[in-house]
């Protein structure tokens, strides 16, 4: 393997590894808020010690995406320098204002909310959880328009040798960044719904068995009602949450028809130009992914998904592939960007094979569907199981259920992220900057492995701390609510009370 590929490797595998952590943080900062929301306004102390709960497990996800992250940004410059190079002018604005105002307002307010309890007003101190959590998401923002741009290059042209800003609130009307943002977002909220619901369920048919057996103490029938109360609450986020991903991934598909036809093909396994194409959810390939060896196929589906007509004609990767070498790059109406359009006498140059990996982003599709979808059906099932106050059996199918039920939103947002960044290939930035012309030209295969082996190790050990912090967090279960007494003494060296 050549350096350019150990580099997409190791940054593959840091980015996905990275956004583990996003997704809960995102979600679970505006849960943990809502959860003291209700407590401020109810005084119901099951809420405060739900809030008190949750809010340990964000924080330490919290602490694990700042670390991971910051490896994304040496990479850009240690292994991608003719990437940077190209699109520094675009990508300085949205990453700057991602650290200079997102970055800041989360961290600076999730510390006053870590060290404000006891010490600012209950008000004051919910608006600066709130305030964090509109930190996080604001974050998430400039980013995905970075990556919005590089899935669709608005906004800019080519002076110079590199991609220059003309617009940059074409950045923020990109069609993939006005489709991404609610689907991003609404998969963090499943992912954190998950979580809550997840770890809600389980402990709450375990006190509940426990309140009802000779190892009864005073407080399970009390923890048995908080631990429903939380668990149904994370079940109706992951369900509405996973509504808004659904919706929002549709108007994703149809962007993606028309600026990434053959990412589409791809990702549907489609290799002629078809009428009334149909979805086809299991297939087998040739080796090489050229050609359909089997599949089962639903008719119209695809027509329908892609360009919501079931007679519409989807390009199939041929069909593409021909025209890319006989007219260079174009979008499926046959237009091109500005960027594009200036960039294309550079492409006549560069032998590019413009077809991804067809195995790749076909089942990527797939299981980023599959696993959602059976998150989705798990909270509507934990919703149907307690309607009404029941509480189901302490059963191995209820214990394993809420067991993998966090995990399957975060395998889903995975394999979305391997469709989105694979299925852009061979492009870096679609249309424009091929892949291979965009690593550091002085990086030598040995160092790029050295390095991507030295990433793994220390993200192997973060990953074992987290799961240390969870598991032992998740086994204490709920806080018990002790009053912190306010220092007496008002000097420079009175002990600071921390919040649990």
Same mark, same amino acid.
Not at 172 to 191: D, E, I, K, R, Y
Not at 200 to 215: F, I, Q, T
């Given at each position: 393997m050549d350096a350019q590929l150990l580099s997409r490797w190791q940054f593959g595998i840091t980015t996905v590894y990275h956004f583990f952590f996003v997704p809960i943080t995102i979600g679970l900062s505006f849960m943990v808020a809502g959860l003291q929301s209700v407590w401020v306004r109810t005084g119901n102390n099951e809420w405060l010690r739900l809030t008190k709960f949750f809010s340990k497990l964000f924080l330490v996800t919290f602490a694990a995406g700042v670390v991971t992250g910051i490896v994304q940004e040496f990479q850009f410059g240690m292994n &991608?320098?003719? @990437?940077?190079?190209?699109? *520094?002018?675009?990508? !300085?604005?949205? %990453? $700057? /204002?991602?650290? %200079?105002?997102?970055?800041?307002?989360? =961290?600076?307010?999730? !510390?006053? &909310?870590?060290? !404000?309890?006891g010490r600012l007003p209950k008000g004051l101190h919910l608006a600066t959880i709130w305030i964090a959590s509109a930190g996080s998401t604001i974050s998430a923002l400039f980013i995905l328009a970075a990556n919005?741009?590089?899935?669709?290059?608005?906004?800019?042209? @080519?002076?110079? *040798?590199?991609?220059? %800003?003309?617009?940059?609130?074409? /950045? /923020?009307?990109?069609?993939?960044?006005?489709? $991404?943002?609610?689907?991003? /977002?609404?998969? =963090?909220?499943?992912? =954190?719904?998950? %979580?809550?619901?997840?770890? =809600?369920? &389980?402990?709450?048919?375990?006190?509940?068995?426990? $309140?009802?057996?000779?190892? @009864?103490?005073? !407080?399970?029938?009390?923890?048995v009602k908080t631990w429903r109360s939380g668990m149904r609450f994370g079940a109706w986020v992951l369900v509405f949450a996973s509504l808004l991903t659904f919706v929002a991934g549709d108007a994703q598909g149809r962007a993606e028809a028309q600026y990434q036809p053959m990412k589409l093909a791809a990702s549907e396994g489609l290799f002629q130009t078809t009428k009334s194409a149909p979805f086809t959810p299991v297939a087998i390939f040739t080796t090489d992914g050229t050609k359909v060896v089997w599949s089962i196929e639903v008719p119209y589906v695809l027509s329908i998904l892609a360009a919501h007509d079931p007679n519409a004609t989807i390009q199939g990767i041929q069909d593409l592939s021909a025209q890319y070498h006989q007219e260079g790059f174009r979008n499926n109406d046959g237009t091109v960007n500005q960027l594009q359009e200036t960039f294309a006498s550079e492409l006549e140059q560069l032998p590019v094979n413009p077809v991804p990996n067809v195995w790749m982003s076909f089942y990527s599709f797939r299981f980023m569907m599959g696993f959602g979808t059976l998150a989705f059906l798990i909270g509507i099932a934990v919703l149907l199981l307690t309607w009404g106050g029941r509480i189901p059996k302490n059963t191995r199918w209820w214990r394993w259920g809420m067991a993998i039920l966090p995990a399957l939103p975060l395998i889903g947002i995975s394999f979305g992220w391997i469709l989105t960044e694979m299925g852009r290939q061979p492009w870096i930035v679609y249309g424009v900057l091929p892949t291979w012309t965009a690593a550091s030209p002085g990086n030598s295969a040995g160092e790029v492995l050295a390095t991507m082996c030295l990433y793994t190790l220390i993200y192997a050990l973060v990953a074992i701390v987290v799961l240390v912090i969870y598991n032992h967090t998740i086994k204490e279960g709920l806080p018990e609510l002790v009053k912190v007494e306010q220092p007496s003494d008002d000097s420079d060296d009175a002990p600071v009370s921390f919040a649990y």
């Open positions: &991608w320098s003719e @990437y940077s190079r190209f699109v *520094g002018d675009i990508f !300085g604005a949205p %990453l $700057a /204002l991602e650290a %200079l105002i997102a970055f800041f307002m989360e =961290s600076v307010f999730i !510390g006053v &909310w870590i060290f !404000g309890w919005s741009w590089m899935q669709n290059p608005v906004g800019a042209t @080519y002076v110079n *040798g590199r991609a220059q %800003l003309v617009d940059f609130m074409a /950045l /923020l009307t990109n069609p993939f960044f006005v489709t $991404a943002v609610p689907h991003v /977002l609404g998969a =963090s909220f499943m992912a =954190s719904g998950a %979580l809550v619901c997840g770890i =809600s369920g &389980w402990w709450m048919v375990k006190s509940h068995h426990a $309140a009802n057996s000779d190892a @009864y103490e005073a !407080g399970d029938s009390q923890d």
